[in-house]
């Protein structure tokens, strides 16, 4: 299975975040919404999880 990758860096902010999470999607979208709760303010919902989804890309593994 491909590990997926939440980058804060790719979502601008005014705090300049530099968190990123790797890991398989579900935990990944888990661990995205909680931070995007607790560090940027967000509110947990549907739209939100959708809009993390939807970012996510496939870790890129070196050669």
């Known amino acids: 299975m491909t590990r997926k ?4 860096r790719k ?9 990123t999470i790797t890991g398989e999607e579900e935990e ?5 919404a909680e ?4 560090v940027h303010g967000h ?3 549907i ?4 809009m993390i989804r939807e970012s ?4 890129k593994v070196p050669a």
Do not use: F, G, K, Y
């Not at 990944?28 to 995205?32: C, I, K, P, R, S």
């Open 5 to 8: 990758v939440a980058d804060c």
């Open 11 to 19: 979502t601008p902010s005014i705090m300049n975040c530099t968190l």
């Open 28 to 32: 990944v979208v888990q661990a995205a």
């Open 35 to 38: 931070h995007a709760v607790s």
């Open 43 to 45: 509110t947990d919902s």
């Open 47 to 50: 739209d939100l999880r959708t």
């Open 56 to 59: 996510l890309e496939d870790e």
